[in-house]
């Protein structure tokens, strides 16, 4: 569309007003605050119209950008937006859970959409790399590799790290998957494929039957069949994907270990987007206890490695705050000068009591050297309208 503006100088300019248009799906204050906030990170001359569904930005030569990179954006200059078309290869029900992101019900799970939107606002470019020191379902591995970014992920669960590599290495190895289907599903054949990812497939089948048949008192065998076609057909689909809008993934290298003891290069990072273990508000050893043990873990061994669950009482939460101290003093060191650091954390309320942790993460990084750019919160309505309050904090070196 041409419009005809007046400059300062009184002279008729004509110039060109391109409309994006938000997805239907967009509900949320903080969404609409992030949704500006990545196209301002590609232009900054934006109107926002129609309550706040639609916007104009004027004199963008980026067009073909923003439709790849764009999270919140169902259209943009009429065109429809890749994240749109990408949602769309989905097996499940929920939106977001498109592609491989479903695997596993992992609670506490990042929403795809806001890594996508965040890896925009801190402006990471293709080629670049990401840390997740926590990657637990690997969240923002995948969406950092559809972006064509690599990115490092650890993780001190073996489950965590065996479904965060699922997610994003099996799309290399999908016709192995296939032609090894009869031994794993029906131990037909004398031999399993000798590929560890493909290994991998099928164990993390293996660990979402343990956890329907726990928690939903489902029979392990049909759920185990039911799991495994569910994610052969999700990765056929990221593999249709990929071709269809000529993805360049991204590297994905994900680490087993406790983040306070694995060395990464100094100043080696181009951005960071995690959301630290919260044990307090939620025990990832208990919650994943069925599968863990499956894996062969001594539970009450590995608690002294997780962040978290340390200790009782007051004292877990002293034994928690050392700890992640330790990891921002790693996170800080391994970010290259000048670069960002998202770090996505909610308030609890321990012995009655709420605790501003955001602010208390706020204080340590502001010691340790980190610039506050953006404290934004994000509060969202569950399951019976209960609300969650989650804190989004922006940080720069
Ligand atoms: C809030 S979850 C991360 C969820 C993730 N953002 C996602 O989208 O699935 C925190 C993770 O920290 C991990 N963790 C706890 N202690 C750790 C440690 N010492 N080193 C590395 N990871 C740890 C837990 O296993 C858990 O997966």
């Known amino acids: 569309m041409e419009k005809t503006i007046t400059t300062t100088n009184k002279n008729k300019v004509a110039v060109s007003v391109k409309k994006l248009k938000l997805l239907d799906n967009i509900q949320f204050i903080y969404e609409l605050s992030l949704a500006r906030l990545e196209l301002q990170s590609f232009n900054p001359e934006l109107k926002v119209m129609n309550d706040f569904r639609e916007f104009e930005i004027l004199n963008l030569n980026n067009l073909e950008e923003l439709k790849t990179r764009l999270a919140y954006f169902k259209t943009v200059n009429g065109d429809y937006s890749d994240y749109y078309y990408l949602q769309k290869f989905n097996q499940t029900k929920s939106v977001n859970q ?112 343990h956890s329907d048949t726990s928690r939903r008192g489902q029979n392990f065998e049909s759920s185990y069949l039911h799991d495994s076609l569910k994610m052969l057909a999700s990765v056929e689909d990221y593999e249709k994907a990929k071709k269809q809008f000529k993805l360049k993934l991204g590297k994905t290298e994900i680490i087993h270990g406790d983040v306070r003891k694995i060395h990464l290069k100094e100043e080696s990072i181009d951005g960071i987007i995690t959301s630290p273990p919260y044990s307090i508000a939620l025990n990832y050893v208990a919650n994943d206890a069925h599968s863990l043990q499956a894996l062969g873990y001594n539970l009450d061994q590995i608690k002294e490695d997780f962040i978290g669950v340390r200790g009782t009482g007051l004292d877990r939460f002293k034994l928690y705050e050392e700890d992640m101290k330790k990891v921002y003093d790693k996170m800080f060191n391994v970010l290259k000068k000048g670069k960002y650091c998202v770090i996505i954390i909610g308030n609890v309320t321990f012995q009655g009591q709420e605790i501003d942790t955001a602010q208390n993460v706020i204080n340590y990084c502001e010691k340790i050297g980190f610039k506050t750019i953006k404290k934004m919160e994000k509060i969202i309505y569950g399951l019976y309208n209960v609300m969650q309050k989650e804190y989004i904090l922006i940080f720069q070196k």
């Open 98 to 209: 498109f592609l491989t992101h479903w695997i596993y019900p992992y609670k506490g799970k990042f929403h795809p959409q806001m890594i996508r939107a965040l890896l925009n606002i801190i402006k990471i470019k293709r080629g670049e790399t990401i840390l997740d020191p926590f990657v637990g379902s690997g969240t923002a591995a995948l969406e950092a590799q559809l972006l064509g970014i690599n990115s490092i992920g650890i993780d001190i669960s073996l489950l965590c790290v065996l479904i965060s590599k699922v997610k994003t290495e099996s799309i290399d190895v999908i016709d192995e998957i296939i032609k090894y289907k009869d031994f794993y599903l029906h131990r037909k054949g004398k031999n399993g494929s000798e590929d560890k990812r493909v290994q991998n497939f099928y164990k993390v089948a293996e660990m979402m039957a």
